[in-house]
């Protein structure tokens, strides 16, 4: 009888699933491709305070803009927490638009000697104004060409900008919304792989 006893953990090992003890973190599909690199996560700044940019918005004076909320800071933080626990490979530095809320998420989340300023992102902001038609497209075309080159293979690009007017470019999103770019080489456009907002993430990471 005590040596039934001894052999009953073994016997239950045996005829459990294994599937049963691996961790979510490696089994979603779109985690392990992205663990590969080469592709583009498009992320949207973190909430930001209320109000409105001034119209003599200068880039060098946060005072004359909408920064970064303590929510969105926290946003941020955990958006950082949450890649590095998912394993996922970034291309440092990341990108970031130079206004001070989206330079502020990036170093948030990644640190800011890993953030560098790319002013092509502020492009994405001038389409929230009252732009003409030619304009827009023009931008529209711009970001294509951009977001189209192929990454390398073993990270992916990080982008910190901004949401797009509804219906043009990659649409409305959300605070520390994620939109994931598959590229596809020059003159051949990209691939909107999946959209993911910052709960998402936190789930994916085990973090909520």
Known sequence: ????????????????????YASPLSEDPLINDLRKGGYILYVRHGEATLGEDQQDLSLTDCSTQRNLSARGMDQAKKYGEAIRKLHIPVNFPVESSPL??????????????????????????????NINTEDAQNIIQAFKNEVERITPNTSNRVIIAHSF?????????P????????PLGNHMGYEIVKRLTLEDVLRLAEMQ
């Open 175 to 182: 605070y520390m919304g994620t939109v994931i770019l598959k």
């Open 165 to 173: 007017p509804q219906g043009m470019g990659l649409g409305d999103i």
């Open 100 to 129: 001070c809320r989206t330079v502020q998420t990036a170093e948030a989340a990644f640190g800011k000697p890993n953030v560098t300023v790319n002013e092509f992102w502020m492009n994405i902001y001038e389409l929230s104004k």
């Open 1 to 20: 009888m005590y040596r039934l006893f001894m052999l009953l953990p073994f016997i239950f090992l045996l005829i459990t699933p294994l599937h049963s």
